[in-house]
């Protein structure tokens, strides 16, 4: 079958598209940024990329005709707290009416499940989301689930960074409120399963895994198998916006996401009965073994996709390309070089540069930046990278976003997403047996470069010495 993937770049869709190749399907992948969308690891006989934004009518004329069925995998949760309700219905209805000029029999949707009387503006815009997308010509297949559970979610690396961090957990009442968790592994072979099943067209179905839990239980069973002893003490003074606060400066979600969420985990998400497990013959995976699995992967340096992939500046949401061609004028450019003896062991230090192995220099500094950039609003310190040795644009390494990863060339190229009153790059290339390190800032009037001279002491001190590590053999 010809697929039409949307959100390829997405956490589901990443997980997705092998498994789709691998069963023999021809799979087109819809990208607002070609740049972003790492087609190497895929077979080139079975995969197309094209770029669309559902958002652009006019973009939409890159979709082929002769699709069999389409994946819609879209949602705004992370653009922002009020208005992602109007972006998800426009681009929905977007979809519908290009969609139906073609010859797609079948589209599958992942929704949330909405069975509670008092939904959250979340749960209520996916809701809407189905009604619009059953309105089309071909036949509709929902399939609606709660918590995923898998290495790089949002709502597991949520509940990791709260486990892990805090041996003493203050909590709001929300914590009592049940849910029904699903692997990760379980959302894919639903997703594979239904397809082209005619038993599943014009139906929604709800999913989860074998165990109803309230969030305080799944937080204890977390540390369980962390091995951790933890306590949860529920305070009913918590306000949803406090709620929201706390999650944003624990854990490394941005605020507009740790709001969403919150406002979510007030409502029950419990499966419906259903047949389609019985159906598709999918054996589900308690709570606790998909935890272990999701740290298998994490363990082994196999996370496919992470929620922190999505987009978080608007500088960002024209596409990473715009940003590559470093600018020039009216930039502030510190410039540094360094001979070096072995290129391949400079170059293996830059590729592993953040996350877990820091910035080779003052990397508590770099943690005291964050700290400072959450409390301004911002994405903060903490983002990591999903794997130690391998880069592609648009992946993250703790507050900066990988422009451009070229292993041939010998240059990666930043981008900060730090609050700050201006743009920075920085780049890192090898020529000749130099090691050539450029930081550009360009500063957004007066206060731009006020900021440049209160900070510039500072940085000259850590890139001097991040230079002098990373030519260090």
Same mark, same amino acid.
């Given at each position: 079958m010809k697929i039409l993937l949307t959100g390829a770049t997405g956490y589901i869709a990443k997980r997705l598209l092998p498994v789709l190749? =691998?069963?023999? /399907?021809?799979?087109?992948?819809?990208?607002? !940024?070609?740049?972003?969308? !790492?087609? =190497?690891? /895929? !077979?080139?006989?079975y995969i197309s990329v094209i770029e669309v934004d559902f958002l652009k009518k006019k973009t939409l004329d890159a979709i082929p005709s002769d699709i069999d069925?389409?994946?819609?995998l879209i949602h705004s949760m992370t653009a922002s707290i009020d208005d992602f309700e109007c972006l998800e219905k426009e681009s929905a209805r977007n979809f519908r009416d290009y969609i139906g000029k073609t010859n797609v029999r079948q589209v599958v949707y992942l929704s949330g499940i909405v069975n509670d009387r008092l939904l959250s503006k979340h749960l209520l815009s996916r809701k809407a989301v189905e009604d619009i997308l059953s309105e089309g010509s071909y036949? $509709?297949?929902? $399939?609606?689930?709660?918590? &995923?559970?898998?290495?790089?979610?949002a709502s597991f690396e949520i509940i990791r960074d709260l486990v892990e961090k805090l041996p003493v957990m203050v909590a709001p009442r929300w914590v009592k409120t049940r849910c029904q968790p699903i692997? &990760?592994?379980?959302?894919i072979q639903y997703l594979t399963r239904v397809l082209d099943n005619e038993k599943t067209f014009d139906k929604s179905f709800d999913i989860g895994g074998p165990d109803v839990l309230s969030y305080k239980e799944m937080l204890l069973r977390f540390a369980e198998v962390r091995n951790l002893k933890r306590r949860i003490l529920v305070l009913p003074v918590l306000t949803p916006r406090l709620s929201s606060y706390f999650l944003y400066f624990i854990t490394s979600t941005s605020y507009k996401l740790a709001a969403n969420l919150v406002n979510s985990m007030k409502v029950e998400v419990v499966c419906c009965e259903n047949d389609l497990n019985k159906l598709v013959? &999918?054996?589900?995976?308690?709570?606790?073994?998909?935890?272990? $699995?999701?740290? !298998?992967?994490i363990m082994q340096e196999e996370v496919l996709s992470s929620w922190i992939d999505a987009l978080s500046q608007r500088a960002l949401e024209k596409g990473i390309s715009r940003l590559v061609n470093m600018p020039c004028f009216g930039c502030i450019i510190d410039k540094k070089r360094r001979k070096i003896k072995d290129e391949e062991e400079v170059l293996k230090r830059i590729w592993s540069?953040?996350?877990?192995?820091?910035?080779?220099?003052?990397?508590r500094l770099w943690h005291i930046r964050g700290v400072f950039d959450k409390f301004l609003g911002g994405v903060g310190y903490r983002r990591g990278r999903r794997s130690l040795t391998r880069l592609h644009p648009g992946d993250t390494i703790d507050s900066w976003r990988v422009l451009l990863a070229d292993k041939k060339e010998k240059r990666l190229l930043l981008y900060s997403e730090l609050k700050m009153p201006g743009e920075a790059w920085l780049e890192f290339r090898i020529k000749d047996n130099v090691l050539y390190q450029t930081h550009t800032f360009r500063p957004l009037g007066v206060m731009g470069r006020l900021y440049w001279v209160a900070i510039f002491p500072v940085h000259h001190f850590i890139f001097s010495g991040m230079i002098r590590k990373l030519a260090k053999c």
């Open positions: 190749i =691998s069963e023999g /399907h021809e799979v087109v992948c819809c990208v607002r !940024d070609r740049r972003r969308f !790492d087609a =190497s690891p /895929h !077979d080139a006989a069925a389409a994946y819609y036949h $509709l297949t929902t $399939l609606r689930a709660g918590i &995923i559970v898998g290495s790089g979610s692997a &990760i592994r379980n959302v013959n &999918i054996e589900l995976i308690p709570y606790k073994e998909a935890v272990m $699995l999701a740290f !298998d992967k540069i953040g996350g877990r192995n820091g910035w080779y220099f003052a990397t």
